[in-house]
């Protein structure tokens, strides 16, 4: 009804409707654009003094139009906007300044098909604008009469010598004459084409006597295998006679349906009947030798580790078929700690039977036999847990585009993420991961038959009936997530959607697919897209994936400010993206050397996808691992050793260079747990002319949280945000708020009005002083610690929001603490948001995560291999390097829109406690003078992290956040010239340090929990041995000074050296209660 005025704009965002505006530069310019927050209503947007005013338009029951203008001014109410804006050309209507100049659609370039193989195309009917005047009659029988004649030209070049002469004449019958009647039909006002169907039904005449005729056989089976008979299908032969009236095809259906159901519960009585419960079936992997090297003495000894995952035991032993009476139970051992100096060293921590701690290093063949020997024992750890919900899972995300063909049978490599680039070790292949999402493009097969064969290869992989918990398809696009029986309670809130972005944004073959659910009390979202083809048309891509993130209807509809990239903690993004190698087609031979000698980088950098997100242009804060395997486009079929880079086409030559068309990026809530484990493609599927692509991820995961308190007490405390200051990129003349929202809390939160502040460079800075309150519907700590909170900002005159942003509750686990988010809206950086945050929660242990169990050490000289050390001395100094997802991509630091200010690059992320008053953005206090800060580390895989595809830009800004000054509530300052010392932090089981939340340790080892409080002349460094006797003191023995070369100190230990802090030194902050 208005979409064909010039100023109506439709579903533009807000940001390119200020960009409009701006651009017209005269007051009383105005346009009207869909509303973001009401459906249905609209925003009139007016400028003034290069300012932009936004009014909303409500329909009323009666659908009539009104205009929320100024106060006082009475409301008008027109039928449509045409009438509306006629009437506000007039001044003193209550807007800011009358309308007077529309603002004109900008032209969209219009697309070109895409499709593989064009329909053929028909010959013109010959009728003209006059013949039409003529009169209906002539016009319908030149029309039919040209339809008659093309079908009857097509049916000429068929071959019909197989089919019955009485079928033939029913065929030539219909498209002489019956299908002109159908056309006539239609033109009246009748679709149901009563002429072909006539003919179907007379085609399957003798099918549809064999149908009734099979049923009750089919029925036979079906109440033999069904315990229970479903009394609608015992009525099947009864329902569906020969003449029943049903269409042909909808009768096939039912049949079809009866066979796949008979196939169902034939499966699962063959099942039953050998005891085997195919809903919980449990993956067998076989044991698992590893040939590794331990040092005795200097002298490096052989010595083999078989890994039993079903029987949770570690063999150590000297010969590969050696006796495997040594051995540690699962529950012994208590920690692996990978080094970063030796990227085939692991030490184990294992418990002996004396109740000791003994640390033994090993050395691995290589890099991926230590990382394929760590995921065996955390899946021998996770599948011994006594814990009744899973805190860690792994999920496999892979995206092929089919090309239309069909699929080889053995796609065993896809699935085990086999091929090239970061990949899993073969000891791996049969650790089944608990999610498979997979993503296809140009998929050729049905939904059903794609599922069956994938889950066919699965369950020849690992021995498990995967169950589907969803499928979406759109045209040829699909998504289909998997998940283990044993999952099948633990998923909730399923949605799928879908958005086309082909011509014209109304066809399928160009789009996206999504799913998104509830894993316990994580969310996880998938989107799965084919975007825009062609070199020449990347900003067509970047306005598809736009329009995608605005369109894909997924997760909880109270979070409907947010775009999907907020909505989920977890959100994988995969597909043919269609991004290409940005480089003339001159250059083709250079791109084919470069990828003949793996030089990948070169390219990479002149990879759309790459130079886009560098650009903030799309995909703000994603991240993707870093890229080691070649273009996985374009192929010849059937070869993995030649690129077809050249395409014949009518209009000339058209070149494809070799590109990473296919790609997995992903983007998570701050602080939470996600790491990749492998990141390649194929070499051995060759059907179409793209590579499958796969991604393997370990993802943290929350449970449904049960309080371990008393359930009689009320529970003291709650959230605490203050001092918050947004930095909006807008024009737009109005007054703001904050919103908060959580699973975590009661309710939506809202502030009152800011108080705006203009800046010269067009930015709008908004000083929310007021503190606000959240109250968490549980104040567990160990529950608290796992939430965020999402913040929108909105705009008081139209409730439409102008950013988007995230704060981790973990950043508070010690003490107020100052935050940065990053604020974007539609996928585009719309502002920054400072702020400090308080946490007060009741007291509660936490238990320890499966993914502490793997730590990396980054100092090698923490002692030797069957040194016994105390439990409380395990791993001191580690770090999960993508816990904190500080990552780099070209070099380039880029902002990942994380809530809190990233360390820098030289502080360790471990437990550290200072002197300097100076404190890390995330609260936790910097390490103390003299201690040697760590170095930033390559990655142990593959290269280092100067390369990697990961991004965080902004970084330099962020790292300016100090914490603010302490408020005289939270604790005083300290005296002049004495040095302020934080609060001593609460051990977390976390990748920041070694979890301390372990079972007491027996009294043979208690003496060791307490180490001797060195004094300040010692240099921080606390011992672990009590000093010798007064008697006989040694002024250099090395357990009573700090003389000693670093190497062969004890590790040092802050926070014990801040816990004995003499009592008179004041301290700020408060830490969890």
């Not at 398809?473 to 879908?498: C, G, Q, Y």
């Not at 050397?593 to 130079?611: A, G, P, T």
């Not at 529950?783 to 704060?807: A, F, N, P, R």
């Not at 043979?1004 to 010692?1018: D, E, I, L, M």
Request: aromatic share 8%; hydrophobic share 30%; proline share 7%.
């Amino acid at each position: 009804m208005h979409s064909y005025q010039a100023w109506c704009h439709g579903n533009i965002t807000r940001s390119k409707t200020e960009d409009l505006l701006s651009k017209a530069a005269i007051d009383g310019s105005f346009l009207i654009r869909d509303s973001e927050s009401i459906q249905g209503a609209f925003a009139l947007c007016v400028l003034f003094q290069n300012q932009v005013y936004t009014y909303r338009i409500l329909p009323n029951e009666d659908k009539k139009l009104s205009v929320q203008a100024s106060e006082g001014v009475p409301i008008r109410f027109f039928s449509v906007l045409k009438e509306l804006v006629e009437a506000y050309h007039n001044p003193n209507m209550g807007l800011i300044t009358h309308l007077q100049y529309g603002v004109q659609r900008e032209e969209e370039v219009e697309e070109e098909p895409e499709f593989n193989n064009p329909p053929p195309q028909l010959p013109p009917r010959n009728y003209t604008a006059s013949d039409v005047k003529d009169g209906d009659a002539k016009s319908s029988e030149q029309s039919s009469k040209c339809l008659s004649d093309t079908f009857l030209m097509s049916l000429q070049q068929m071959d019909m010598s197989m089919i019955p002469e009485e079928q033939q004449a029913l065929i030539l019958d219909y498209f002489r004459t019956s299908i002109c009647l159908d056309a006539e039909q239609v033109q009246n006002g009748n679709p149901s084409l009563p002429g072909l169907k006539k003919l179907t039904v007379a085609l399957c005449k003798n099918l549809n006597s064999e149908i009734s005729r099979i049923l009750p056989a089919l029925e036979v089976c079906h109440r033999a295998l069904d315990q229970q008979l479903s009394p609608g299908i015992g009525q099947l032969p009864k329902q569906f006679p020969a003449d029943s009236g049903h269409s042909v095809t909808w009768r096939l259906e039912q049949l079809t349906k009866l066979l796949y159901s008979i196939e169902d519960k034939g499966i699962n009585a063959v099942f039953h009947s050998v005891g085997y419960d195919g809903r919980h079936r449990k993956s067998l992997i076989p044991p698992v030798i590893f040939e590794v090297k331990q040092e005795s003495l200097g002298i490096p000894t052989k010595m083999f580790m078989k890994v039993d995952v079903e029987g949770g035991k570690l063999h150590i032993k000297k010969a590969k078929d050696g006796p495997e009476d040594k051995y540690f139970v699962h529950n012994k051992i208590r920690q692996l700690v990978k080094s970063l100096k030796m990227h085939t060293k692991l030490v184990i921590v294992v418990e002996t039977e004396k109740e000791k701690i003994l640390r033994k290093e090993f050395g691995f063949e290589n890099t991926k036999k230590r990382e394929g020997f760590c995921q065996l024992l955390q899946q021998m750890k996770n599948k011994h847990s006594e814990k009744p919900e899973p805190d860690m899972i792994n999920v496999f995300v892979g995206t092929w585009n089919m090309g239309n063909a069909s699929p080889p049978h053995n796609m065993n490599s896809w699935f085990q993420c086999k091929g090239q680039g970061k990949t899993q070790d073969d000891t791996a292949d049969h650790i089944p991961h608990d999610f498979y999402v997979i993503g296809t493009q140009e998929d050729p097969l049905g939904e059903r038959e794609w599922a069956d064969m994938v889950k066919g290869i699965l369950r020849d992989i690992t021995n498990i009936s995967f169950k589907q918990v969803a499928i979406q398809t759109l045209w040829n696009i699909r998504i289909m997530v998997l998940a283990k029986p044993e999952h099948t309670n633990r998923i909730s809130h399923v949605f799928s959607d879908s958005v086309k972005t082909g011509i014209a944004n109304t066809l399928g073959n160009k789009g996206a697919v999504g799913v998104s659910f509830m894993f316990n009390g994580t969310s996880f979202g998938f989107v799965n897209s084919h975007l825009t083809s062609g070199s020449e048309k990347k900003l067509r891509r970047n306005q598809n994936y736009l329009n995608i993130l605005r369109f894909l209807n997924l997760g909880d509809k109270k979070l409907n400010p947010f775009d999907i990239t907020h909505q989920f903690t977890h959100l994988f993004w995969l597909g043919d993206l269609n991004y290409r190698v940005d480089l003339p087609n001159t250059e083709a031979d250079y791109v084919l050397s470069k990828i003949k000698q793996q030089q990948y980088q070169e390219l990479l950098c002149r990879d759309q996808l790459n130079m886009e997100i560098n650009e903030d242009r799309v995909f703000l804060h994603f991240a993707e691992e870093e890229i080691t395997f070649p273009p996985t486009y374009r192929f010849e079929r059937y070869t993995r050793d030649k690129y077809a880079y050249t395409k014949a086409k009518t209009t000339g030559t058209k070149y494809n260079l070799p590109s990473w068309c296919d790609r997995v990026l992903r983007k998570s809530y701050p602080l939470v747990h996600v790491v990749c484990q492998a990141y390649g493609c194929t070499n051995d599927i060759m059907t179409s002319d793209h590579s499958p692509v796969f991604a393997s991820f370990e993802v943290g995961v929350a449970s449904q949280f049960v309080s371990k308190g008393d359930p009689d007490s009320t529970p003291q405390g709650g959230i605490q945000i203050m001092n918050c200051m947004a930095t909006l990129l807008t024009k737009s003349k109005t007054k703001f708020f904050i919103e908060y929202h959580s699973s975590c809390l009661e309710k939506t939160v809202r502030t009152c009005e800011g108080d705006n502040t203009e800046h010269l460079d067009g930015s709008i800075k908004v000083w929310f002083g007021n503190q606000v309150e959240l109250t968490p519907i549980i104040l567990d700590a160990e529950y608290l610690l796992d939430q965020h909170i999402l913040i929108c900002v909105k705009s008081t005159d139209s409730d439409e929001s102008y950013g988007e942003g995230c704060v981790a509750l973990r950043a508070a686990q010690f003490c107020y603490t100052e935050f940065q988010v990053a604020l974007t809206h539609h996928g585009e950086k719309s502002g920054i948001l400072t702020g400090g945050i308080q946490l007060h929660t009741s007291e509660g242990k936490t238990t320890e995560k499966l993914y502490d169990f793997v730590k990396v050490e980054r100092d090698d000289s923490k002692g030797k291999s069957g040194d016994r050390i105390p439990a409380s001395h395990m791993a001191h100094d580690i770090s999960n390097p993508s816990y904190m997802e500080v990552s780099y991509r070209s070099g380039k630091v880029i902002d990942k829109g994380w809530s809190y200010t990233m360390p820098p690059k030289g502080l360790p992320i471990g437990a550290q406690v200072g002197v300097d008053s100076k404190k890390s953005p995330t609260g936790k206090p910097l390490k103390p003078p003299g201690v040697e800060a760590s170095e930033m580390f390559d990655n142990p895989l593959y290269g280092s992290l100067g390369t990697s595809q990961s991004q965080s830009k902004d970084h330099d800004t962020l790292q300016k956040n100090h914490l603010l000054q302490p408020d005289p509530v939270l604790g005083p300052n300290p005296p002049d010239g004495e040095v302020e010392r934080p609060p001593v932090p609460t051990p977390r089981c976390r990748s920041f340090t070694c979890s301390e939340s372990k079972p007491p340790l027996p009294a043979a080892v208690a003496h060791h929990k307490k180490p001797v409080v060195p004094s300040r002349s010692q240099g921080c460094v606390v011992n672990s041995r009590p000093p010798l006797p007064k008697k006989t003191p040694i002024p250099n023995d090395y357990r009573d000074n700090s003389e000693l070369p670093i190497k062969q100190r004890p590790p040092t230990r802050a926070v014990q050296m801040q816990k004995d802090a003499p009592p008179n030194v004041p301290k700020t902050g408060h830490s969890v209660k």
